[in-house]
């Protein structure tokens, strides 16, 4: 099949690419069909985009690589949902603010999506901690 998205062009996928998030996404509860692809030319950023709305796509990246030592515990109740039977099964992937300026760039550390590569199922966890920021710089430290 053919997704042809607002900004990264046409996407080929198939049905077992799907991922299904049941309850939808804060701020898109309506839309439960997602796939997901690396943005072009660039191995660290994904596109989280929806089948059903070519507009909407939210750009990921793995919170390990701007918190090294980033862990929270997926409560018993998602576990269940997304039907996960063993730590391999799961990604985790953050949302990115992106900015015209790069150091204005940021990843949401409090509110990780979590999929069952599996079984093609996600949700997205607000963590319950102050530990993480929902506003977190993608790049720390660069002041040049």
């Keep these: 099949m053919e997704l042809v998205t607002k900004y990264h ?46 507009d909407i796509g939210l750009v990921l990246v793995s919170p390990f690589i701007i918190e090294k030592d980033y862990e929270f515990k997926i409560p018993d109740s998602y576990i269940k949902e997304l039907e996960i039977d ?24 409090k509110a990780p999506i979590i999929i069952n590569i599996k079984e093609k199922l996600g949700e997205q966890l607000i963590l319950d901690n102050d530990k993480y920021k929902i506003k977190e710089p993608l790049f720390k430290g660069n002041n040049n």
């Design 9 to 54: 062009g046409a996407r080929e996928y198939c049905e077992e690419d799907v991922i299904v998030f049941k309850k939808g996404l804060p701020g898109f509860k309506e839309l439960k069909k997602f796939i997901i692809f690396s943005l072009e030319s660039n191995e660290v950023f994904s596109i989280l985009h929806s089948i059903e709305n070519v």
């Design 86 to 109: 063993k730590p391999e099964e799961v990604l985790v992937l953050t949302t990115v603010t992106l900015s015209s300026n790069i150091k204005n760039m940021t990843t949401n550390l």
